[in-house]
T-cell receptor
Framework: EADIYQTPRYLVIGTGKKITLECSQT?????MYWYQQDPGMELHLIHY???????EKGDLSSESTVSRIRTEHFPLTLESARPSHTSQYLC????????????FGPGTRLTVT | GDSVTQMEGPVTLSEEAFLTINCTYT??????LFWYVQYPGEGLQLLLK?????DKGSNKGFEATYRKETTSFHLEKGSVQVSDSAVYFC????????????FGTGTRLQVFP
């Protein structure tokens, strides 16, 4: 069982609010990722990090930002939520170099009204 | 660029039927290949993986063989259960960037009693 956590699991919030989605892992993994999953199930990489103080944008442009101040923590922030941000957000992590799998958290389902 | 193609769903089966979900890939070099499963309301879980040609990954009665000659990694199970109802994702990790996962679009499996 992978030890990667996301909170909240569900969030309904109004337009214009600032939100932070939390992601933590207790496996000591250096590499962490955020994916956005659309209703058609497809997964899009929006941010990743190779370690503390490292953050990069992914393949899909996103208005969200991320930070990596501690190895175990990789929060995602939306400064001003919009209905177009409604989606499922999945956090993942993996260890080291080589053909290792990514471990996923349970996800946060965000609805912006 | 590298890509994964998997069969569209939904796949609808009766309990104890044989399951095949097709997955083919395009990649340079020798990627690693994965099958992930996503149960309703949850994140992705690794189901099985294979890191070199002719490797067979297996778990929970599911199997997939890395076929370099046909660039395929089809998922099979001899007798499905209602509890196998989920979305299945085929993915590859390129040999030139093992930090990256490229996903297929997912195949929904529905098993009826």
């Amino acid at each position: 069982e992978a030890d990667i956590y996301q909170t909240p699991r569900y969030l309904v919030i109004g337009t214009g609010k600032k939100i932070t989605l939390e992601c933590s892992q207790t496996m000591g993994h250096d590499k962490m990722y955020w994916y956005q999953q659309d209703p058609g199930m497809e997964l899009h990489l929006i941010h990743y990090s190779y370690g503390v103080n490292s953050t990069e944008k992914g393949d899909l442009s996103s208005e969200s930002t991320v930070s990596r101040i501690r190895t175990e923590h990789f929060p995602l922030t939306l400064e001003s939520a919009r209905p177009s941000h409604t989606s499922q957000y999945l956090c993942a992590s993996r260890r080291g170099e080589g053909p290792y799998e990514q471990y996923f958290g349970p996800g946060t389902r965000l609805t912006v009204t | 660029g590298d890509s994964v193609t998997q069969m569209e769903g939904p796949v609808t089966l009766s309990e104890e039927a044989f399951l095949t979900i097709n997955c083919t890939y395009t990649a340079t070099g020798y990627p690693s290949l994965f099958w992930y499963v996503q149960y309703p309301g949850e994140g992705l879980q690794l189901l099985l993986k294979a890191t070199k040609a002719d490797d067979k990954g297996s778990n929970k009665g599911f199997e997939a063989t890395y076929r370099k000659e046909t660039t395929s990694f089809h998922l099979e199970k001899g007798s499905v259960q209602v509890s196998d109802s989920a979305v299945y994702f085929c993915a590859l990790s390129p040999s030139y960037n093992t930090d990256k996962l490229i996903f297929g679009t997912g195949t929904r499996l529905q098993v009826f009693p």
